[in-house]
């Protein structure tokens, strides 16, 4: 199995040595708060480990909200060595692990940073740590995966091309970044950084919840309100990279939803044909006789699932080759440590070649991902 959406906290010595003279004081660093709470601190704002970010291992009634210390987590979710020793014990060969708090999932923590230099140098820090610890250690088990600077479309791209030299198969994106202030997709402001991605078969991973938006919005509502609604947010971003005519303008970007499940897929591309056969007829917004807009999701994006039992039935008009499965560790969701136990309830029953699609060949082709060559079936690169 190849899991691709899982979490890192990121460790305290994450940014010693990684920041330039003149930054170093100025990096984010671990403090403690008079209550014996550890956080980072960052440009004078805190940024805390939510609890439920890092729960696998711990019994249920211990989860809750509150900020928690390292030694209160598994060891897995900030040290490598453990992480690789806890993989081994759900089953799963590889992983692509999105950041946590301290980045936000998309380096949005820094692009807002008061100082540009300063949360410039961030970025490269948390990717050189990256490259060097998380996935530089174990490259055969960890997807590379990097944040970008999203204050400067051109600086991102030649990022992205100084980091697919070092081994980077994966560029952390933010779902809508109209929501964060920032240019909308629906411009040509981040041509220059897709053509990177494009160029060096760097997918574009759109994390839910990315941007800062949840479809949540009643006042009062609680956390289960939210995360029910984890997969309007993969809809939502999927329509609207779409209709920004990305695929056409990039035709081989790959782009990868994370943490939205699948259910949602047929019900977009069946909207989409009825649209392009009504109301899209004739219009301006799609202006290809060749490819459908429900022909460009299932070329150009791949999507993941944690457990979405009934939409397996729907797998092939979703499209066989462009499901892939996750473990989402170490968050509250998380299928670790039975997730082999869940994969086989739940696919056990398919067609062994399309058992080996969805748990790790099609997840080893996006991310061009290396696999023992003893795997069954097709060697995966």
């Known amino acids: 199995m190849i899991s691709v959406d899982?979490?890192?906290?990121?460790?305290?010595?994450?940014?010693?040595?990684?920041?330039?003279?003149?930054?170093?004081?100025?990096?984010?660093?671990?403090?403690?708060?008079?209550t014996g709470q550890e956080m980072w601190s960052y440009e004078g704002g805190l940024y805390p480990n939510i609890g439920l970010n890092a729960v696998v291992g711990r019994p249920v009634d211990e989860w809750t909200m509150e900020p928690a210390r390292f030694?209160?987590?598994?060891?897995?979710?900030?040290?490598?060595?453990?992480?690789?020793?806890?993989?081994?014990?759900?089953?799963?060969?590889?992983?692509?692990?999105?950041?946590?708090?301290?980045?936000?999932?998309?380096?949005?923590?820094?692009?807002?940073?008061?100082?540009?230099?300063?949360?410039?140098?961030?970025?490269?820090?948390?990717?050189?740590?990256?490259?060097?610890?998380?996935?530089?250690?174990?490259?055969?088990?960890?997807?590379?995966?990097?944040?970008?600077?999203?204050?400067?479309p051109q600086i991102a791209a030649a990022e992205v091309r100084r980091n697919a030299e070092r081994g980077f198969k994966a560029l952390s994106f933010a779902e809508n970044p109209a929501n964060l202030g920032l240019p909308s997709v629906h411009t040509d402001h981040w041509d220059p950084l897709l053509a990177a991605c494009e160029e060096t078969e760097t997918v574009v991973c759109l994390h839910t919840g990315s941007a800062a938006w949840s479809a949540?919005?009643?006042?009062?509502?609680?956390?289960?309100?939210?995360?029910?609604?984890?997969?309007?947010?993969?809809?939502?971003?999927?329509?609207?990279?779409?209709?920004?005519?990305?695929?056409?303008?990039?035709?081989?970007?790959?782009?990868?939803?994370?943490?939205?499940?699948?259910?949602?897929?047929?019900?977009?591309?069946?909207?989409?044909?009825?649209?392009?056969?009504?109301?899209?007829?004739?219009?301006?917004?799609?202006?290809?006789?060749?490819?459908?807009?429900?022909?460009?999701?299932?070329?150009?994006?791949?999507?993941?699932t944690i457990d979405d039992p009934s939409m397996l039935e729907l797998r092939h008009r979703i499209g066989i080759d462009h499901i892939m499965v996750e473990s989402d560790y170490p968050h509250a969701d998380s299928t670790w440590p039975d997730t082999q136990g869940l994969i086989d309830t739940r696919l056990g029953a398919l067609p062994e070649d399309e058992i080996g699609k969805l748990t790790w060949q099609n997840a080893a082709r996006l991310f061009r991902h290396p696999v023992p060559h003893d795997a069954p079936g097709e060697v995966g690169v």
Not at 13 to 21: A, C, I, N, Q, V
Not at 82 to 102: K, N
Not at 287 to 302: C, G, H, K, M
């Open 71 to 152: 030694d209160q987590m598994r060891r897995g979710c900030w040290d490598i060595d453990a992480r690789i020793a806890d993989m081994d014990l759900a089953g799963i060969w590889g992983s692509l692990c999105f950041p946590s708090l301290l980045a936000g999932f998309a380096g949005t923590v820094f692009a807002r940073s008061s100082d540009p230099a300063l949360g410039l140098a961030c970025v490269r820090a948390w990717n050189d740590w990256h490259h060097e610890v998380w996935a530089g250690r174990y490259p055969d088990r960890i997807i590379a995966l990097q944040i970008t600077w999203l204050s400067d």
């Open 216 to 304: 949540a919005q009643s006042p009062g509502a609680p956390l289960e309100l939210a995360t029910t609604l984890f997969p309007v947010n993969a809809v939502a971003a999927t329509a609207d990279w779409l209709w920004a005519r990305i695929p056409l303008r990039f035709p081989k970007l790959r782009i990868a939803l994370s943490e939205g499940g699948i259910g949602w897929v047929p019900m977009l591309l069946d909207r989409l044909d009825y649209v392009a056969d009504h109301s899209g007829r004739g219009g301006t917004a799609w202006p290809s006789t060749d490819l459908r807009p429900s022909e460009a999701v299932q070329r150009n994006f791949w999507f993941c």
């Open 6 to 34: 899982d979490h890192l906290i990121e460790p305290p010595d994450l940014f010693e040595g990684r920041m330039p003279s003149a930054l170093s004081e100025r990096a984010p660093r671990v403090v403690e708060d008079d």
